[in-house]
């Protein structure tokens, strides 16, 4: 057999990151339904508890779940990355964003809150033109901008959209428009059970921290409510 004409069996396969933009819509359309729920259960919550511990629950929970689906299958080699910076910074960075979000629905309305945080997709924008040198056309730009205009009218800044409140929302819009870019931008290396794991592993780890600054023992069914929280997949 002419060698030259013989296929390469021991050439490695070309990887590249595949795009399944339907498979990517509905998965962002079920994850904004579980985050309106989840939200909704936040509000009714930090009214009653601190902040860290809502937040400490919901992410220790989604840590052992998670681990119990993906450790098995992957081992702890799912923690094996050469980006581990990148991973904390995200991580930290979404600390603050759902941090701050909880703030904002215990000082003013869920509606006003998450009305701020429609925001967010503008920063996300933002950041990956100029990070990640995605090309944003003019009808995208446009598109962003009378969304933007959009959630200022829902607000109304004329009367009590910029409380404290408001701000803390528009903090987290910010930083989790960092978060949606850094993510997209880490996919093409990290698999979705890395970016998963390690970002359940930091935020748990610092809202653990957080519990010193206040703990209450939760009822049976507030403590139903805390594990039932599933907005950590919205991002995924």
Known sequence: ?????????????????????PLGIAYMIAATILFAASSAVSKWLVGTYPVGEVLFTRTAVALITCALFIVPRTGFAVFRTQRLSHHVMRSVSQAFSQTFLLIAFSLMSLAGAIAINFSSPLFATLVSALLLKEAVGPARWAALLVGFCGVLIVTNPGADAFQIGALFALG?????????A??????????AETLTMWQLTVLTIA???MLVLGFRMPSWFDAGAKVARFDWVKDR
């Open 1 to 21: 057999m002419n060698e030259a004409s013989s296929p390469d069996v021991t050439a490695p396969a070309k990887s590249a990151r595949r795009e399944h933009i």
């Open 207 to 209: 809202y653990a921290c």
């Open 172 to 180: 987290n819009a910010v930083l989790f428009g960092t978060v949606t």
């Open 182 to 191: 850094g993510v997209r931008g880490m996919t093409a290396t990290e698999s």
